[in-house]
């Protein structure tokens, strides 16, 4: 199993940007898609972002399109979420997640492993 951990959250005023980072912990992370998925309080928990294991393929829910971008540094073991022009309805705490395989999706049941999770908070 994966381990991974995320930084970057905080509290932001709208329009503002910020870039969260999942650290893994396993070598064999190059070889599994990533995916960025957030919860907002008294909601679903909702599939953001997703890269394929290479880094070439990306997907984005269409609230985000445009405004956030998902990355990848295989040689660090780590993917990126760069989020810019921030809304309040961006608020949530953002978890980062390993997939099974490295095809990217949108389904929370293709990733086996999961972070703690770091908040974003954006004011209006």
């Known amino acids: 199993q994966v381990q991974l951990v995320e930084s970057g959250g905080g509290l932001v005023q709208a329009g503002d940007s910020l870039r969260l980072s999942c650290a893994a912990s396993?070598?064999?992370?190059?070889?599994?898609?990533m995916g960025w998925f957030r919860q907002a309080p008294g909601k679903e928990r909702e599939f953001v972002a997703a890269?394929?294991?290479?880094?070439?393929?990306?997907y984005y829910i269409d609230s985000v399109k445009g405004r956030f971008t998902i990355s990848r540094d295989n040689a660090k073991n780590t993917v990126y979420l760069r989020m810019n022009s921030l809304k309040p309805e961006d608020t949530a705490v953002y978890y980062c997640?390993?997939?099974?395989w490295g095809h990217g999706s949108p389904r929370a049941d293709d990733f086996g492993s999961w972070g703690q999770g770091t908040q974003v908070t954006v004011s209006s």
């Open positions: 396993r070598r064999t992370f190059s070889d599994r898609a």
């Open positions: 997640a390993a997939a099974l």
């Open positions: 890269i394929n294991w290479s880094g070439r393929n990306t």
